[in-house]
């Protein structure tokens, strides 16, 4: 029965003489996502609206779950249009869309109808009143409930007259590429994606670094992360992901540095490496998935030890997150299973026992001297080796 | 130069049994089960693998059923007989040290309300045959215990078990998973009172997805896969006639000289256990003589964990596993290491070296010669 969706955006609505830019973007992104569904689509806006008009059989529910993952929509609502021919006509078609969408009838119902058309012959009020009898003439089991109905019935009156009663929920948030573009420092684990999710989501475009320290991480680390950065990129359309060779720095690292520093050591290099990748990128920030207190390296102390090395704002979204909340995020968006493929990756394969907890700047500062013969080089040669992937 | 050590996991096909599956497919690629010529040729080389393995195993050929492999048959061999057996009683006994084609369809006959013993196993993988003894009862159905251990090669005491399991209750029946063992020690069911025998075509050198089911001729077997009724209605479904084909002819090439290629394995897994025991902090689990299996060899390298030290053998060109290739990619530790009691450190620094008929000597000195490079490299960045 339904062949277009009217599509509701909240926050865009706001945005005063900007809004054109977001809801263009909106269209473009809901353009994208429909794109990945069989049959042929018409997306338009129109009196700050947006349709999507199916034009050849469409499967339904792939539709929906596509549409959901467009940030911007706050809700996807299934609709039936119809010419308007006369208000007897209109009281026929609403008739039959509660005959199809309810079969069974024992609710309650309230008509909510909105005139954008001033022109018709009657008030929103009037054709709430007229319809709710039309309903209740026919329908004899339904009652009128004002407050709490089981159906809201919504009948706007346009061009054309459309008819919906269901909203279902969508991811709100901004539409991606509204907000510029940040770089994601990208693991196996299980919070980088969602904190790349988590971004997205306010309409930041993102890219992604992702450090890999072959031969002791596996062919399969990478493609976990690959397919990690492919999951993520359902919402945020096509991600470029940078794989950086570290073993070597890292192995530097080890070399000159006492292990229980390794860990932020090590950090620091992966933070200064994303931030020359995002520079020369047009990122406008690093992402990473970093919580309060989650493991040595994620302490107030290493934190700020970690952050002390770059200039770019490092956008930390999970940052107040339990463990318990990141995973039910991390399952919503699908990527949970693959984070918890058990690959070694470059935090894991050599660690301290007793990695440091509350680390003092000027000491880690001071343990970096030993470095200056040979980082450089190794920064730049993992630089210039830069693999990228371009995910989508 | 490129070492494959990782032989439990699977072997390299002979290239005289991928040449005949190749004829199989291309040429003689009629069904069994069809009337004509065509079907008739198909057949002659099921008989053919089937007198094969028979001889090999000194039973009749009608006693002999194709799989897709060790799982099926460990599969249709547990639930098979259980189901078959009930009524005679509902207690099954195995041990802690199975492979999960054992494990899992004991755990499924547990849900079904069968009570299951699980044996446990010394610091070697061996069970006690007095565990055993104690826990048989009258109405024990069916004992499985594996031949060989695919994590570290522990043999167990298949004879003697044999033995005992008839001399307590000669009702139960005796399920062996020789799914490691086949091919590596001759196994004669009808002498070591074994009722039920798996094997598997890719660990001889033959194909993935097929192997075999020795069915004693009066052990009762309900089917778990319904169809055409091919097989004795066992195991419906058009059989796999290149697998088979190439699963016989792998049987005949690897018992034409078994004695001399099992001495030539010994020799080479001396060699390493010899070599890799030089170095320090670095211990074999289990036996390693002539009472292990002559292709497993199970390493601990205390202070480097084991993904890192594999990846870092890849990079050599060596290829071997870390615990064993079923469970390497899930995060539990494996059960046959914590059966043994190897302490939580250790079972996180375990590669498994498994041998084959076409590892060289030569190998093996590279693959030591990369350890003794590799490790004390890798220890410098050890956890402290």
């Known amino acids: 029965m339904f062949t277009a969706f009217l599509i509701k955006y909240a ?69 039936v249009y119809v010419e308007d021919e006369g208000f007897e006509k209109l009281g026929k078609d609403i008739l039959k869309y509660i005959g199809e969408v309810y079969p069974e009838k024992d609710k309650t119902f309230k008509v909510c109808a909105r005139r954008a058309r001033k022109n018709y012959p009657l008030t929103s009020m009037e054709i709430n009143s007229e319809m709710g009898g039309v309903i209740l003439d026919n329908c004899p089991e339904m009652r009128v409930d004002v407050h709490k109905p089981d159906i809201m019935l919504h009948i706007e009156i346009r061009e054309k007259i459309y008819i919906y009663s269901e909203i279902i929920p969508g991811p709100g948030g901004m539409p991606v590429g509204t907000g510029g573009k940040a770089m994601l420092l990208l693991s196996g684990g299980i919070d980088s994606p969602v904190a790349g999710y988590m971004i997205a989501k306010r309409g930041v475009k993102i890219d992604a670094v992702y450090f890999h320290a072959p031969p002791y991480t596996s062919e399969r680390a990478k493609q976990k992360v690959v397919d990690l950065a492919k999951l993520v990129s359902r919402y945020t359309g096509p991600i470029y992901l940078h794989v950086i060779n570290f073993t070597d720095i890292q192995l530097y690292i080890y070399e000159k540095c006492p292990h229980e520093e ?97 680390p003092n700047l000027n000491i880690i500062k001071k343990h970096e001297e030993n470095l200056e013969e040979k980082i450089d080089e190794l920064v730049d040669t993992a630089l210039k080796n830069d693999e990228l992937i371009i995910v989508r | 130069m490129e070492v494959y050590l990782d032989n439990s996991a699977t072997t390299r096909c002979f290239d005289d049994v991928a040449a005949l599956m190749t004829q199989v497919m291309c040429r003689d690629y009629g069904n ?59 207690r099954l006994i195995t041990t802690e040290v199975e492979h999960p084609g054992i494990m899992q369809a004991m755990k499924h006959l547990e849900e079904q309300g069968f009570h299951v013993t699980y044996l446990p196993v010394d610091k070697n993988g061996i069970i006690s045959l007095e565990d055993l003894r104690r826990a048989m009862t009258k109405d024990t159905i069916l004992v499985s215990i594996m031949h060989t251990n695919n994590e570290i090669g522990a043999l167990q005491p298949i ?31 009808k002498k070591m009172n074994i009722d039920m025998l798996s094997a598997s075509g890719h660990k001889i050198h033959g194909p993935k997805g097929v192997g075999f089911l020795y069915i004693q001729e009066n052990v009762k077997i309900k089917p778990i896969i319904f169809g055409g009724g091919q097989q004795n209605g066992i195991r419906s479904g058009t059989e796999n006639v290149p697998g088979i084909a190439g699963l016989g002819k792998a049987v005949e090439m690897i018992y034409t000289d078994l004695e001399a290629e099992v001495n030539m394995l010994y020799s080479l897994k001396q060699l390493f256990v010899d070599g890799v025991t030089k170095l320090e902090n670095v211990t074999v ?31 050599r060109g060596i290829y071997v596993s870390a615990g064993s290739a079923c469970s390497a990619r899930k995060p539990q530790p494996s059960a046959t290491l914590k059966a043994i009691g190897l302490e939580k450190e250790l079972m996180e620094s375990t590669l498994r070296f498994s041998f084959s008929v076409f590892t060289t000597a030569e190998e093996i000195d590279y693959t030591l010669q990369a350890m003794y490079d590799i490790i004390p490299m890798l220890r410098k960045y050890t956890r402290r």
């Open chain 1, 11 to 79: 926050e865009i609505g706001v945005k005063g003489k900007n809004r054109y830019i977001f809801e263009d973007a909106l269209v473009q992104q809901i353009k994208y996502a429909v794109k990945r569904c069989e049959g042929e689509f018409k997306v338009y806006r129109t009196e700050g609206r947006i349709y999507v008009e199916a034009l050849s059989e469409f499967d339904f529910d792939e539709v929906v779950d596509n549409l959901k993952t467009v940030f911007g929509i706050s809700g996807i609502c299934p609709v």
């Open chain 1, 262 to 358: 390794l860990t932020i050591i090590m950090r620091r290099y992966m933070m200064r490496i994303a931030e020359k990748i995002a520079q020369e990128t047009e990122c406008l920030g690093l992402i990473t998935g970093e919580s309060i207190g989650q493991v040595a390296s994620q302490t107030l102390q290493s934190l700020a030890a970690t952050n002390e090395v770059c200039t770019m704002p490092v956008y930390r979204p999970l940052i107040g997150f339990d463990k318990m909340e990141i995973v039910e995020i991390s399952e919503k968006i699908n990527t949970y299973e693959t984070s918890i493929l058990p690959y070694e990756d470059c935090c894991t394969i050599f660690v301290a026992k007793h990695p440091v907890t509350k």
């Open chain 2, 32 to 90: 069994p089960s069809s009337l004509h010529l065509k079907g008739v040729q198909a057949e002659t080389y099921i008989r053919y693998a089937k007198e094969t393995i028979a001889k090999a195993l000194k039973v009749n050929e009608k006693e002999i059923y194709f799989t897709s492999g060790g799982t099926e048959s460990d599969n249709i061999a547990l639930i098979g007989s259980a189901l078959a057996n009930h009524r005679a009683g509902r």
């Open chain 2, 159 to 189: 004879e003697e078990a044999g033995a005992l399991i008839k001399k307590v209750n000669s009702g139960a029946l005796f399920h062996v998973d020789a799914v490691q063992g086949f091919g590596k020690e001759r196994i004669y069911p």
């Open chain 2, 285 to 315: 689990n289990g036996l390693t003589g002539r009472d292990s299996a002559p292709h497993v060899v199970s390493v601990s390298v205390r202070g480097i964990r084991s993904e890192v030290l594999l990846h870092a053998l890849e990079d």
